[in-house]
């Protein structure tokens, strides 16, 4: 089954320093990738999402995502982290034709001023 | 455009009663919703999907009988927690895909579930 790692908790940066969240994931088959931000007692907003046309995904806010097959790795980078960006931020996967998704377990961003 | 409503938005039961939980999808037909649940500071785990006008499919370790779920048509779900209990609040997300290939999932804003 495909899953899904997040390898940090929790990341702090400066406002206006770049931002790295990451994620690595395990599949047999080609996935489906996404990113999604979610701010305190809010509902989930995509980001991004990976379905082979690009490696390179930009997405809303300034956020993008590269796809490395080579290390398996799905990282979410951004170059100047603003106030507004602090929330849990989740990778998130899919399999092949499964519908369901496979949630990492979340990368909570702390931007200081 | 791909709204998705969930009502209500906190709801606070007594150990015991049951509580239905709706999700709407407001400006798309959803072919299948899917419902997650997420504890305090962690991730959302998927409780079940569901097609319209047929049985939802609940994964490992989720009780059907507790957890009723009813797709009775392609803009409603709903989710009843039946006997609740404490250990049942928690904070319950729904999400809405449509029938293109995209197999985007659009998520509604989620409902806190507390049981005293």
């Known amino acids: 089954a495909q899953s899904v790692t997040q390898l940090d908790s929790h990341v702090s940066v400066s406002e206006g320093t770049p931002v790295l969240l990451r994620c690595n994931y395990s599949?047999?088959?080609?996935?489906?990738l996404f990113w999604y931000v979610q701010h305190p007692n809010k509902g989930l907003q995509l980001l991004l999402k990976y379905t082979s046309a690009a490696t390179l995904v930009k997405g809303i806010n300034g956020f993008e995502a590269e796809f490395k097959k080579s290390e398996t790795s799905f990282h979410l980078t951004k170059p100047s982290a603003h106030m507004s960006d602090a929330a849990e931020y989740f990778c998130?996967?899919?399999?092949?034709?499964?519908?369901?998704?496979?949630f990492g377990s979340g990368t909570r961003l702390q931007v200081q001023p | 455009g791909a709204v998705v409503s969930q009502h209500p938005s906190r709801v606070i039961c007594k150990s015991g009663t049951s509580v239905k939980i709706e999700c709407r999808s407001l400006d798309f037909q959803a072919t299948t919703m899917f419902w997650y649940r997420q504890f305090p500071k962690q991730s959302l785990m998927l409780m079940a999907t569901s097609n319209e006008g047929s049985k939802a499919t609940y994964e490992q370790g989720v009780e059907k009988d507790k957890f009723l779920i009813n797709h009775a048509s392609l803009t409603l779900s709903t989710l009843t927690v039946t006997s609740a209990h404490p250990e049942d609040s928690s904070f319950y997300i729904c999400?809405?895909?449509?029938?293109?290939?995209?197999?985007?999932?659009?998520f509604g804003p989620g409902t806190r579930l507390t049981v005293t």
């Open positions: 599949s047999s088959y080609s996935p489906s």
């Open positions: 999400s809405a895909r449509t029938g293109d290939l995209s197999y985007e999932q659009y």
């Open positions: 998130v996967g899919r399999r092949g034709g499964r519908r369901a998704l496979t």
